[in-house]
Structures are given as structure tokens and as C-alpha cells.
């Protein structure tokens, strides 16, 4: 990507995210009482985090086997409420095991 | 002075948390083919992680995707405006003005949940404080990931590539474990992410497109069917 091309979206990035959080923290002074935008606005961080990961968690390491080995070890950590770092350090290993294995038979 | 040192203290461990997640962003953003100062410069002025990591994939694809580029980071960050907005009825008399634009900038996940849960009067001084160490954290992650994947051997490279979706993964699964409501908006989203992934015709929608769709439809049948109590926020 050409240097124009990143400043201009950086441009973007930045500028939009900034806009999102300074703004209502300038302006609005009272809270907002629909509960249909709460609600919405509540779920709205699950509900990015689940469309990233899946299924692009399954092209993340190269390796469909990989991939899963990885995503069943994350699961397994998250769900026993695991730190992030350690549940992403053991996911890491458990792809690293399984590709070294693959290169080691191929 | 005291509120500036409290800050700082309530900063360590969100910063320590940062400095693994933007370290993953340093090295996909490099292994995308960014420099390793233009990662570093998209951590430093977004200071957000699933803003710069579908913003990632838009770069990737080249110039020309600006609509794009602003509409996934409208939706994904979206959030914030909540939080600063709770936070805007929590600030003292002296967090207003100029200290309002300035310390705006900070409002993290992370950072919202602390300084809401520790101080009773939020003031400036305290803002600036347990923002400064985060966006260290938060930078210097990413240039360590950066430096990391231009002289990590491929296979532990792509490897590390699943670190950043098994953190997402460790952020959904405790919340879902405990709100039901939470999981069924996840499975909803994960869903349609994959049904847009795999169907022919709509596979030809972008990524960042594909985020936006499956977030909106699946927050909104979770505040259409399970509105949530006044208490949760």
C-alpha cells in the first residue's frame, strides 16, 4: 500500500474513533434512557468479537488442523475463565505443536 | 496529585493486558505487509483493538475503501459513545472542557470499567493518569510485535496468528457462561458470519462488511428479545 493511501485511512481510523468517544463525553449531559439502544449498544461488543473470530479463527494459522487444535484449547481455557494472555499463549502452542508435527512428516 | 497517582496505579494492569493483545496487532499488521512505524501509528492514535484489527483487513485490500473503512469503525466502535457518555455523568467539576477533548481520547474498554468501578467522582487529574501507561503499553505491544514478525522464523509466525482470536475467544466465553442472553447473540452473529462466509453470492461481500451486518442483526434481535435490566451497563 502506498503511503497516501495509509495516512488516508488512518485519517479515517482515528479520526471516526475519536469523534465516537469525545463527542457524546462534550455534549450530551444526561443519560440515555431508551432500552432498546441500551440493549442494542450492550450487545454490540459480543456480537463484533464472535463475527471476527469465526470462522476467520479457522484460516488464522495456515493449517485447518492447526486452527482447530488452537480454537479447542482457547474454549476450553476461556471457559475455565483464564486470563487472555494465557489462553492465547496455550492456543498459540497447541497451532505451533501441530504445524512443527506437519512439517516434521511432509 | 494524589488523583494523578491513583490513575497511574489503576493503569498497570490494563496497560500489562494491552501490551500482549497490540503485540499480536504488531505482528499481523506486519505480516500484512505495514511497516513497523505504521503499525505503531495506528496503535498510538486508535487506541482500540477490534477497530485496528478489521481496519487491518481493509489495508490489506489496498487503497480505495474509505465508505468501508468509516462504516466498520463506526459500528465496531460504536460502543464507546456509551461508555463516555456514562462516564461524562460520573466526571467532576474540574473534568470538563478542554480536559474533556483531551482525556476523551482514552476511553478504552478497559479503562471505562476501571475508573467507573474505582472512583465515586471521576476527575481529570485521575483520567490522565490511567490513560498515559495503557497507551504506552498499548504502543510499545505493537512495536514489539512489529519488530517480532520481521525475524520470527514463518512457522511460529503463523502460528501466533491465532493469538488474537483466542483472546477474543477468552473475552466472549466468560459473559456468555454467566447471561444467556450474551451466548445467544454471539451463536446469532457467529452464524451469520459464517452463512455470509460460505454462501456463494454472499461471499462477495467484504469483510468489514460482512462484521457490520452480522453485529447489527444480531445486537438487534438481542435488544428486541432479551432488552436487558436497568441494573446491566
Known amino acids: 500500500m502506498i503511503a497516501k493511501d495509509f495516512f488516508i485511512y488512518l485519517f479515517i481510523m482515528a479520526g471516526i474513533t475519536y469523534l465516537i468517544r469525545v463527542l457524546p463525553f462534550v455534549t450530551f449531559k444526561k443519560k440515555i434512557t431508551s432500552r432498546f439502544v441500551r440493549s442494542f449498544l450492550y450487545y454490540v461488543p459480543y456480537a463484533v468479537l464472535g463475527a471476527m473470530t469465526f470462522p476467520e479463527i479457522l484460516y488464522s494459522t495456515g493449517n485447518y488442523v492447526s486452527a482447530v487444535a488452537g480454537l479447542i484449547v482457547a474454549c476450553i481455557l476461556a471457559f475455565r475463565e483464564k486470563s487472555l494472555l494465557t489462553v492465547a499463549i496455550f492456543a498459540c502452542v497447541a497451532a505451533l505443536v501441530i504445524n512443527l508435527i506437519y512439517i516434521a512428516i511432509s | ?233
Open chain 2, 1 to 233: 496529585m494524589t488523583n494523578f497517582i491513583k490513575g497511574l496505579k489503576d493503569g498497570i494492569p490494563i496497560a500489562l493486558g494491552y501490551v500482549s493483545v497490540s503485540f499480536t496487532f504488531g505482528l499481523q499488521a506486519v505480516s500484512l505487509g505495514l511497516s513497523w512505524w505504521e503499525a505503531a501509528l495506528i496503535s498510538l492514535t486508535n487506541l482500540t483493538s477490534a477497530g485496528q484489527f478489521a481496519g487491518l483487513d481493509i489495508m490489506a485490500r489496498g487503497g480505495g475503501f474509505w465508505i468501508e473503512m468509516l462504516c466498520t469503525q463506526f459500528i465496531i466502535n460504536l460502543r464507546y459513545s456509551l461508555m463516555s457518555l456514562s462516564l461524562s455523568q460520573k466526571a467532576d467539576q474540574n473534568l470538563k472542557g478542554i480536559h474533556r477533548w483531551l482525556t476523551g481520547f482514552g476511553i478504552t474498554d478497559e479503562i471505562f470499567a476501571v475508573s467507573m468501578k474505582n472512583t465515586d467522582d471521576i476527575s481529570s487529574k485521575y483520567m490522565y493518569g490511567i490513560i498515559l501507561l495503557p497507551v504506552l503499553g498499548w504502543t510499545g505491544g505493537t512495536l514489539m510485535g512489529a519488530i517480532a514478525g520481521s525475524i520470527l522464523p514463518s512457522v511460529v509466525i503463523s502460528s501466533l496468528g491465532i493469538a488474537i482470536y483466542s483472546m477474543f475467544i477468552a473475552i466472549i466465553i466468560p459473559p456468555a457462561k454467566k447471561d444467556s442472553a450474551v451466548f445467544k447473540v454471539v451463536l446469532i452473529s457467529v452464524a451469520l458470519s459464517c452463512i455470509l462466509k460460505f454462501t456463494p453470492l454472499l461471499n462477495n461481500i467484504s469483510s468489514g462488511f460482512s462484521i457490520i451486518i452480522c453485529t447489527i442483526i444480531a445486537a438487534v434481535i438481542g435488544a428486541i428479545f432479551f432488552p436487558i435490566k436497568e441494573e446491566k451497563e
